[in-house]
């Protein structure tokens, strides 16, 4: 038996739902909402159950101002860096790619390093 939420959309979101579902062949605004929260609970519970021996990308999108930050916590973490690519990716926009090797729980805490800082723009694990 499926429940029945409500939820408040502004005029944006909702323009941009109905582009996706329409480009992508939805069915309906529901399916997309579905398949969205499929996918964000997926990789929420790949992120709590980090524990054992793991492989994993970590993408970062910052302004260049914040270098020292990324340069901070690489070397907080640098004995799970195994490659970084940092690259220039528009204006003053840079993307860190961090192919990660170690515990999980310490793959999270960089993770979470970089979440929980308010400069980063964009923050996406990847677990291989």
Do not use: P, Y
């Not at 979101?13 to 909402?33: P, T």
């Not at 840079?94 to 999980?104: I, N, P, R, S, T």
């Amino acid at each position: 038996m499926a429940n029945i939420i409500s939820i408040s959309l502004n005029d944006e979101m909702l323009n941009e739902i109905d582009r996706v579902q329409k480009a992508l062949g939805f069915s309906g605004k529901s399916e997309l909402v579905r398949a969205g929260l499929r996918t964000f609970l997926s990789e929420e519970k790949q992120k709590t159950d980090m524990s054992g021996k793991k492989h994993a990308i970590l993408l970062v999108i910052h302004d260049d101002k914040f270098d020292d930050i990324i340069a901070g916590l690489r070397q907080k973490f640098e004995n799970l860096i195994t490659t970084q690519l940092h690259s220039k990716i528009d204006g003053e926009r840079c993307m860190e790619l961090f192919v990660l090797d170690g515990e999980g729980k310490s793959i999270r805490s960089m993770t979470q390093g970089f979440q929980t800082n308010k400069n980063m723009d964009t923050v996406k694990l990847f677990v291989i």
